[in-house]
C-alpha cells in the first residue's frame, strides 16, 4: 500500500514544478537524464534486493526508491509531452499526441505479462528488467531528432511566476479543473485495485 501511494505524494508535491523545469530545459536531454537516473535507481534497486539485508532495510529502499522514480517519471513525462510540438507541425499535432498517449497505453498493457515473466525467474530480476527498459528508453531519445528549445517567455519570469500562471489558468478553465480532479482521483483508486490483488491472490 505505502509503495503505492507514495509515487502518488511524488507526483502530487513535484508535478507542478516539473512543468515549470522542463519550460526551461532542454527537453529531449531532459528525456535522457531521467531515464537514465531512472535505470540507475532500478539497478540499486536490483543490488539492495539481492544482498542478505534486513526486510525493514530493504523497504526503505523499495519506498525511498519508488519515491524518486515517481519524480523522475513526472519530468520525463512533462519533457515528452512539451518535446511533441517542436518535432511536429501544427496540422500533426492532434494526431501526434494521440499516438503518444496510445503507445503509452500499449505499453503499459504490455508490461503486465513481461513483469509477470521476469518474477517467474524471481523478483529481484523484476528490477533488472526495468532498469533495462530505461536505459533503452535513453537511446531511443538521444535517436530523436528536435531542436533544442527553452520555452519562450520562461527566461524573464521565476520558476513560482510560472506555477502561479498555470494555477491561474486551472482554476479559469472548468475543463482543466475537471482533468485536474481526475488525474487525482483515478490514480488513487487504481493505487487501491494494485494494493488489494495481493490479498485477493492470497
Known amino acids: 500500500g505505502l509503495s503505492?501511494?507514495?509515487?502518488?505524494?511524488?507526483?502530487?508535491?513535484?508535478?507542478?514544478l516539473a512543468g515549470a523545469l522542463v519550460d526551461r530545459w532542454d527537453r529531449r536531454h531532459a528525456m535522457i537524464g531521467t531515464d537514465l537516473a531512472s535505470g540507475m535507481l532500478l539497478m540499486i534497486l536490483f543490488v539492495v534486493m539481492?544482498?542478505?539485508?534486513?526486510?525493514?532495510?530493504?523497504?526503505?529502499?523499495?519506498?525511498?526508491?519508488?519515491?524518486f522514480a515517481q519524480i523522475l517519471r513526472t519530468i520525463a513525462t512533462a519533457a515528452r509531452v512539451a518535446l511533441i510540438p517542436d518535432i511536429v507541425s501544427k496540422d500533426e499535432l492532434l494526431a501526434a499526441n494521440a499516438l503518444d498517449q496510445s503507445t503509452t497505453?500499449?505499453?503499459e498493457l504490455l508490461s503486465y505479462?513481461?513483469?509477470?515473466?521476469?518474477?517467474?525467474?524471481?523478483?529481484?530480476?523484476?528490477?533488472?528488467?526495468?532498469?533495462?527498459?530505461f536505459f533503452a528508453s535513453a537511446v531511443f531519445a538521444f535517436l530523436v531528432i528536435a531542436p533544442r528549445t527553452v520555452s519562450t517567455g520562461t527566461q524573464n519570469n521565476t520558476i513560482w511566476a510560472d506555477i502561479a500562471a498555470g494555477i491561474t489558468i486551472t482554476r479559469r478553465l472548468p475543463l482543466v479543473r475537471h482533468?485536474?480532479?481526475?488525474?487525482?482521483?483515478?490514480?488513487a483508486i487504481f493505487s487501491l485495485m494494485f494494493t488489494l490483488q495481493l490479498p485477493y491472490a492470497v
Open 4 to 16: 503505492s501511494f507514495l509515487p502518488l505524494v511524488a507526483a502530487l508535491l513535484f508535478g507542478l
Open 179 to 187: 482533468i485536474l480532479v481526475l488525474s487525482l482521483v483515478v490514480p
Open 50 to 67: 539481492g544482498q542478505t539485508l534486513e526486510t525493514t532495510v530493504k523497504l526503505a529502499a523499495l519506498y525511498a526508491i519508488s519515491f
Open 113 to 133: 505479462p513481461v513483469i509477470a515473466v521476469a518474477l517467474m525467474v524471481g523478483p529481484v530480476v523484476s528490477f533488472g528488467v526495468d532498469a533495462l527498459t
Open 105 to 107: 497505453q500499449l505499453a
